[in-house]
């Protein structure tokens, strides 16, 4: 992405898997070996697209002020030799800040919405993880669409380490004739930071978070968003 206007951002994408599973589950109910799950077998998904950000955050690692706001359209297409065609919209909203003596306040709005009749499963809008609602196992919920709001307060530091709190809710769904089957799903949870550096914001986080019958445990590098 190139800078076009201040903090505006944008850029052209190149989005390229390939996706083969090697072995199935021969359980008696198991129905991916049976081929009806589009991508239950080898597939290649290929696409361009157009990423646009504005981007005026403090800190790309830890901001403190400041805003993220990212918009990603992406053609998935035969031409270019993808399994299956659709498109994908991805909308991501995040505003960031600092309450007083570095206490921080992290808020995010985020959509994924797939367009197109057949969609890999592989590649559906995925909820939960340690990123998208922390407390839900990645892809437990998975359809055409996703969105999903959640929210992140940072303590100040006491020497390296800081403790956060944080919440959430979202749903996925197949279609806008299905808005009214939703059944949001809340989390919410606690984590503790360590500053890796004395002289960059880069944090190390572990999360322990929690969901409607399902939980996570969560190790990672950077901040969840």
Request: charged share 20%; aromatic share 16%.
């Amino acid at each position: 992405m190139k800078s076009v206007y201040r903090d505006l951002y944008t850029g052209i994408l190149l989005e390229i898997e390939s996706n083969d599973i090697v072995e199935y589950d021969t359980a008696a109910d198991a129905i991916l070996p049976g081929g009806t799950i589009p991508g239950s077998d080898y597939s290649i998904i290929s696409g361009v697209g157009l990423g646009t950000a504005w981007d005026t955050r403090s800190d790309i690692l830890l901001p403190s002020s400041g805003a993220y706001y990212q918009f990603r359209l992406v053609f998935f297409n035969e031409l270019m030799g993808s399994t299956y065609s659709y498109t994908k919209w991805i909308v991501d909203l995040r505003k960031y800040w600092e309450l007083g003596n570095e206490h921080l306040l992290y808020v995010q709005l985020y959509g994924k919405f797939l367009w197109g009749k057949e969609i890999p499963f592989r590649n559906m809008a995925l909820l939960g993880g340690d990123k998208f609602l922390r407390g839900y196992f990645q892809g437990r919920y998975r359809d055409h669409n996703m969105f999903l709001a959640q929210a992140e307060y940072h303590s100040p530091p006491l020497w390296r380490f800081s403790l956060v709190a944080f919440a959430g809710a979202g749903d996925v769904f197949h279609s806008a004739s299905t808005l009214g089957n939703l059944h949001i799903k809340p989390a919410g949870g606690i984590g503790l930071r360590y500053r890796v550096f004395r002289d960059r914001r880069m944090n190390v986080r572990l999360d322990a978070a929690v969901g409607r019958g399902d939980s996570g445990i969560y190790l990672g590098i950077l901040e969840a968003f």
